[in-house]
Nanobody, 125 residues
Framework: EVQLQASGGGSVQAGGSLRLSCAAP????????IGWFRQAPGKEREGVSW????????YYADSVKGRFTISSDNAKKTVYLQMNNLKVEDTAVYYC??????????????????WGKGTLVTVSS
């Protein structure tokens, strides 16, 4: 079983930056996609960014393109989400999730096999 350990949330003013980490001990990046979803109060969970382990492709929701960057460190079995120029509307609980390559539709939360505990990101104006 894959266990995901998310961290790095916090409070920041608009325009600031945070970096989220998702550690996956024992994870095999080649076989999985891994990425980030978020859920704001009263809203559905939405996909934010995704890293496909087989070909190292990266994907971003339109709302975060140009501001967020996903990266991986295979040696540390960790995926990072660098979030720059944060906006108030980025406030949400962020979750990392993973699914077997070829067994999911991009940003479809129902297709995820494993979830980490959420980490709260609060952006104030």
């Amino acid at each position: 079983e894959v266990q995901l350990q998310a961290s790095g949330g916090g409070s920041v003013q608009a325009g600031g930056s945070l970096r989220l980490s998702c550690a996956a001990p024992g994870f095999t990046f080649d076989d999985y996609g891994i990425g980030w979803f978020r859920q704001a109060p009263g809203k559905e969970r939405e996909g934010v960014s995704w890293f496909s382990g087989d070909d190292e492709s990266t994907y971003y929701a339109d709302s975060v393109k140009g501001r967020f960057t996903i990266s991986s460190d295979n040696a540390k079995k960790t995926v990072y989400l660098q979030m720059n120029n944060l906006k108030v509307e980025d406030t949400a609980v962020y979750y990392c999730a993973t699914a077997v390559v070829g067994d999911y539709d991009l940003f479809d939360a129902d297709d995820m096999d494993y979830w980490g505990k959420g980490t709260l990101v609060t952006v104030s104006s």
